[in-house]
């Protein structure tokens, strides 16, 4: 079955450490991946995919298929981080499956 | 981005009515889905489409309907709202590609 999972629930860093949440996921083709942030109180943006291997907010996702995982870093986390992030794998036919998520707090 | 929203954003029923939630995007995008959010569960797939008048259940269809009678429209229809269906519920919509999905700001329904 597929499954994403992120074992962190709550993360919590001070500003200007670095960052990494965790995202595994079980998939027997080839996974396409993505990262979802949401701020307080608003709706989920696509942070990243694994497939432009772009870095948004200063944030990078490296797929690893050996270890199956696809976490999500940034050297020097800033205030304006905190937020809930979401992993998510691609199942077909455009559907998401999603990770519980991390909320990550970022200390000053 | 104000190519998807939701209506109403904020709803209080009881149990037992019937309760719909809007959703419209003007994209064209070919996909649509609703999710359901809760602590501890993240997002989970309650219906999805793939077009106008195709639709298919995802995780947790249960006492969900949906619709989609036109591209631009998914309506999510509770027919008899439980207290267990209390959650804030989000729409999204994807075209074909590896662009991911675009999520509406979400309805946060709650079932007294």
């Known amino acids: 079955a597929q499954r994403v999972t992120q074992p962190e629930k709550l993360l919590s860093v001070f500003k200007g450490a670095p960052v990494e949440l965790k995202c595994n996921y079980s998939?027997?083709?080839?996974?396409?991946l993505f990262w979802y942030v949401q701020y307080s109180r608003q709706r989920l943006q696509l942070l990243l995919r694994?497939?432009s291997r772009e870095s948004i907010k200063g944030f990078t996702a490296d797929l690893n298929k050996g270890e199956t995982s696809f976490h999500l870093k940034k050297p020097f986390a800033q205030e304006e981080d905190s937020a809930m992030y979401y992993c998510a794998l691609s199942q077909g036919a455009q559907k998401l499956v999603f990770g519980q998520g991390t909320r990550l707090t970022i200390n000053p | 981005d104000a190519g998807i929203t939701q209506s109403p954003r904020y709803k209080i029923t009881e149990t037992g009515r019937q309760v719909t939630l809007m959703c419209h995007q003007t994209?064209?995008?070919?996909?649509m889905f609703w999710y359901r959010q809760d602590l501890g569960h993240g997002l989970r797939l309650i219906y999805y489409s793939a077009a106008a008048d195709i639709t298919d259940k995802g995780e947790v269809p249960d006492g969900y309907v949906v619709s989609r009678s036109k591209t631009e429209n998914f309506p999510l229809t509770l027919e008899s709202a439980t207290r267990s269906q209390t959650s804030v519920y989000f729409c999204?919509?994807?075209?074909?590609?590896?662009?991911?999905?675009?999520f509406g700001p979400g309805t946060r329904l709650t079932v007294l």
């Open positions: 999204a919509s994807s075209d074909t590609g590896t662009r991911g999905q675009f």
């Open positions: 694994h497939i």
């Open positions: 998939y027997s083709g080839s996974p396409e």
């Open positions: 994209w064209s995008h070919s996909y």
